[in-house]
C-alpha cells in the first residue's frame, strides 16, 4: 500500500511479510530513508519527501515502488493526499469536541472509564475489536465523524488500525461518510473534565 501522509509529508509503503523487509531496507538506505520493523513482522518503510516534492524525489518514491511490487508482487495503491488524516491534533480535537462535530469512542477498560471519562463518550474496550471485529464496528456511531481515545493514544490507535484494515477489504460493515480517526496523545480524565499532554 502507498500512502501519503499530508501532516508529515512522508510517503509510506507498507506491506506484511518480515521476510522482505531486507529488500526495503536496501532500497531505502539508497536514498536515506527511515526503515521501520513493528510488531507482528511488519516491514514499513518511511520515504520522506519534502513539501514540493522535485522530480528526482518522484523518482527515488517510484523506484521503491518498483522494488517492493518486484519483491512482494504487490501492486501499490496511492491514497488520496486531502483524505482525512489518521490522527486528529490536540487543538483539532478540542474544537470539534466543542462544536459537537465528534462521537468519541474511549476504548479504555470498563473499570477506567467508570474512574474518569469525557461527557459523551461511549466505552468500547480495545478487546473487544479483537474478539468480535464486526459485531463492535457495527457499534460505532455514523452520524459524526469517530474519533478513538485512550489514556495514552496507544490502545486508540490500535483500534483505529484494527477497525481501518477490516474496512479497506469490507467496506460495507461500516457506512460513516465522516471518518474514523484516533488522538495519539496522553489524556488524564479528572472530575468529568479532561486535560490532554
Known amino acids: 500500500m502507498f500512502l501519503l501522509d499530508r501532516h508529515r509529508k512522508k510517503v509510506v509503503f507498507t506491506y506484511f511479510w518480515l521476510c522482505f523487509s531486507l529488500v526495503i531496507a536496501a532500497v531505502a538506505a539508497e536514498h536515506d530513508d527511515e526503515v521501520l520493523l513493528v510488531d507482528e513482522g511488519e516491514a514499513r518503510a518511511v520515504l520522506v519527501l519534502p513539501d514540493s516534492p522535485t522530480g528526482s524525489d518522484r ?22 493526499p486531502d483524505a482525512l488524516p489518521d490522527v486528529i491534533s490536540p487543538e483539532d480535537f478540542k474544537a470539534a469536541l466543542a462544536a459537537g462535530d465528534i462521537a468519541l469512542v474511549d476504548v479504555r477498560s470498563e473499570r477506567e472509564f467508570a474512574e474518569g471519562n469525557i461527557e459523551g463518550a461511549i466505552n468500547i ?18 452520524d459524526r465523524r469517530v474519533v478513538f481515545i485512550c489514556a495514552t493514544g496507544a490502545r486508540s490507535a490500535g483500534a483505529f488500525f484494527m477497525v481501518s484494515d477490516i474496512l479497506y477489504d469490507e467496506p460495507e460493515l461500516y457506512d460513516n461518510p465522516h471518518g474514523i480517526q484516533y488522538l495519539d496523545n496522553n489524556i488524564e480524565f479528572h472530575n468529568g473534565d479532561f486535560t490532554i499532554k
Not at 523518482?59 to 488520496?80: C, P, R, S, Y
Request: avoid cysteine.
Open 59 to 80: 523518482e527515488a518514491a517510484g523506484e521503491l515502488q518498483t522494488h517492493l511490487k518486484k519483491a512482494a508482487g504487490i501492486e501499490m495503491e496511492e491514497v488520496d
Open 125 to 142: 474496550p480495545d478487546g473487544e475489536f479483537y474478539d468480535d471485529p464486526e459485531g463492535t464496528i457495527a457499534r460505532l456511531p455514523n
